[in-house]
Nanobody, 124 residues
């Protein structure tokens, strides 16, 4: 069993940055691919970014490419999402997720474990 806890969300002005963290416990996630997803009220949960177990492969949604960076520190059992040049459209609850395999995926249904989410609000 894996428990995931996100942190780092908050209220920021457009153009600013935030760094989200996802701390895993229960068992190591060093061999798991990890992902970040986000959800707005009334909308489907959407893919943001994903990273392979080693960090050597990363995927991004087109809407965040060039602005967001996913990374991981396996020694700390933690995954990060650096978000720069934030836009009001980035406002959402951000969720961290873990797959049971080392290969990342854009499909939320392929992730087994989920955190409770952290709210990110970007004001214009």
């Amino acid at each position: 069993q894996v428990q995931l806890v996100e942190s780092g969300g908050g209220l920021v002005q457009a153009g600013n940055s935030l760094r989200l963290s996802c701390a895993a416990s229960g068992r190591t996630v060093s061999s798991h691919a990890m992902g970040w997803f986000r959800q707005c009220p009334g909308k489907e949960r959407e893919f943001v970014a994903a990273i392979s177990w080693s960090g050597g492969r990363t995927y991004y949604a087109d809407s965040v490419k060039g602005r967001f960076t996913i990374s991981r520190d396996n020694a700390k059992n933690t995954v990060y999402l650096q978000m720069n040049s934030l836009e009001p459209e980035d406002t959402a609850v951000y969720y961290c997720a873990a797959r049971l395999t080392p290969v990342p995926s854009r499909d939320r249904y392929e992730y087994r474990y989920w955190g409770q989410g952290t709210q990110v609000t970007v004001s214009s």
